[in-house]
């Protein structure tokens, strides 16, 4: 349901722009967000949107990182400024939606996709 990309490798100070597209049987989506994971820690927040546009972020990534979504598109963006190595995490993509048919929302996530920040 969900499909991200744009992960990889990057120099500290560098920038990567990750998506994530939501497919399927989608009547309508609410919060899409990101999630990370770094190795020995939990998963945390990292930004989300509203399907209104609003926005919240976590204070580690304030003023470096900006999420946006193309509702057209069913899809999440996250452009990743000034990355530090502690950036480093496997960066999961999350959607709150409504499928054609039921009458609940539920949580969707996508498989995942490494950001590395080398030092």
């Known amino acids: 349901q969900l499909q991200a990309s744009g992960g990889g490798l990057v120099q500290a100070g560098g920038s990567l722009r990750l998506s994530c597209a939501a497919s399927?049987?989608?009547?309508?989506?609410?919060?899409m967000g990101w999630y990370r994971q770094a190795p020995g820690k939990q998963r945390e927040l990292v930004a989300t949107i509203t399907s209104g546009g609003s926005t919240n972020y976590a204070d580690s990534v304030k003023g470096r990182f900006t999420i946006s979504r193309d509702n057209a598109k069913n899809t999440v963006y996250l452009q990743m400024n000034s990355l530090k190595p502690e950036d480093t995490a496997v960066y999961y993509c999350h959607a709150r939606l409504q499928e054609y048919g039921r009458p609940w929302y539920q949580d969707y996530w996508g498989q995942g996709t490494q950001v590395t920040v080398s030092s």
């Open positions: 399927g049987s989608i009547f309508s989506i609410n919060d």
